[in-house]
C-alpha cells in the first residue's frame, strides 16, 4: 500500500511563499508520475503541477506558470511545490497525487493540506 503525506501547508499575505512538500511510503511506491492538485472553496478539483518521476518533466497549469515550481527527490520520495507570488486566488487544498503510468488514473492521494492567502 502507498502513502502520501503533505505538510507545508498554512496562512501567508498575498505576495508571500510557501513550500509544500509530499513524501511517498509504502512497499510498492514506484510512480510513473507525481502531481499536486487543488480544490478552491466551490470550485472543481484541478491539476496545479505534475512530475514525470524518471525524468522530470514538468507541466503546469496556466494560472501558475512563472510562480510555481514542482521539484522531487528520488531519494526522498518526496516531490515539492514551490509557490511563489501567492496571489488570493490560490487559496485550496492541495492535494498530491501518483499514478503508475502515463494514462492511468491518480489513484493515490495524500490526505490534503490548506492554503490560505490573505489579501
Known amino acids: 500500500q502507498v502513502q502520501l503525506v503533505e505538510s507545508g501547508g498554512g496562512l501567508v499575505q498575498a505576495g508571500g511563499s510557501l513550500r509544500l512538500s509530499c513524501a511517498g511510503s509504502?512497499?510498492?511506491?514506484?510512480?510513473?508520475?507525481m502531481a499536486w492538485f487543488r480544490r478552491a472553496p466551490g470550485k472543481e478539483r484541478e491539476l496545479v503541477s505534475r512530475?514525470?518521476?524518471?525524468?522530470?518533466?514538468?507541466v503546469y497549469t496556466t494560472s501558475v506558470k512563472g510562480r510555481f515550481t514542482i521539484s522531487k527527490d528520488n531519494g526522498k520520495n518526496t516531490v515539492y511545490l514551490q509557490m511563489n507570488s501567492l496571489k488570493p486566488e490560490d487559496t485550496a487544498v492541495y492535494y498530491c497525487?501518483?499514478?503508475?503510468?502515463?494514462?492511468?488514473?491518480?489513484?493515490?492521494w495524500g490526505q490534503g493540506t490548506q492554503v490560505i492567502v490573505s489579501s
Open positions: 512530475i514525470t518521476w524518471s525524468d522530470g518533466i514538468t
Open positions: 509504502g512497499r510498492t511506491f514506484s510512480p510513473y508520475a
Open positions: 497525487a501518483s499514478r503508475r503510468g502515463p494514462v492511468t488514473p491518480y489513484e493515490y
